[in-house]
């Protein structure tokens, strides 16, 4: 069992920069492929971006070039750097933490990108 708290959200304006943290316990963290996805409203989930156990990521193309996934194993946290933020980066962003057809969830939380 797997528990994610992510922190970090808050009110950017367009240009700006932020970055999302988030904690995992409960397990042996560094076997778990991490990623960070994101809702907005009336839109399905999508994934941002996922870094394997190995490091290998991956990025949704909207945002390549301005989000950077990283894991600090002995911190058992995962990170998220946004730079460039647009208004359509607004939303929900959620922790997953993935081995194998298990899937964990963190509570979410919101970046809003508005002038």
């Known amino acids: 069992q797997v528990q994610l708290v992510e922190s970090g959200g808050g009110l950017v304006q367009p240009g700006g920069s932020l970055k999302l943290s988030c904690v995992a316990s409960g397990s042996i963290f560094s076997i778990y492929t991490m990623g960070w996805y994101r809702q907005a409203p009336g839109k399905q989930r999508e994934l941002v971006a996922v870094?394997?156990?190995?490091?290998?990521?991956n990025y949704a193309d909207s945002v390549k070039g301005r989000f950077t996934i990283s894991r600090d194993n002995a911190k058992n946290t995962v990170y998220l750097q946004m730079n460039s933020l647009k208004p359509e980066d607004t939303a929900v962003y959620y922790c997953?933490?993935?081995?194998?057809?298990?899937?964990?969830w963190g509570q979410g939380t919101q970046v809003t990108v508005s002038s």
């Open positions: 870094m394997t156990t190995g490091g290998i990521t």
């Open positions: 997953n933490g993935k081995r194998f057809a298990v899937n964990y």
